[in-house]
């Protein structure tokens, strides 16, 4: 770091940065607590996401109790075939949002397998969807909480280091400009004074 200028333009330069860390210290903490409520949000959302994957797991387990017979083959039945993801920019921070789902079912004949395979399709359907929302939730909740986490340095950068640091420097020269100005008007007394006895 460079050595400390105690004149006054260095006491303006250390005032105007001073003023502007100080304007951009409430705009830094704002967009910490938006980040924040953004991200409470995006855990609830994961909550509720997950509460829908674990409704339709027991839905399947209770209304299709026949998916033990493993004499009927439904493996690849039910395919996540294409999801595209968009971005949302929330307070500056590009958020990952579910754009669009493909899912395709495997045609099958409804004379060769059971009735209830059409309800087991649809339920699966669901469930691969739910699947993919939650895993898009929780990317969202990861980068949020990496959002958080840069502001809130940010925001203690400015709070704990710069802005302390500028008013210790503006204070060491004030002092030091005072002491000078103190000791020319003390030599121009004392110069006065011997000037007056000559």
Known sequence: MARLQLNKSSLAREAAQLRSYERFLPSLDLKRQQLMAERAKAVAEVAALQAEVDRLAAQVGRDVPMLSNR????????????????????????????????????PYSPMVLPHWVDHVTHLLHDMLTARLRVQVARQRVEVLDGAVKTVTQRLN????????????NIKKIRIYLSDEQTSAVTRSKIAKRKRGAA
């Open 157 to 168: 950068l400015f709070d704990k280091v710069l802005i302390p640091t500028a008013r210790a």
């Open 71 to 106: 004499d009927i083959d439904l493996g690849g039945l039910v395919e996540l075939t294409d999801y595209h993801l968009a971005e949302e920019n929330v307070v500056g921070t590009c958020l990952p949002v579910l754009d669009r789902i493909e899912v395709t079912v495997r």
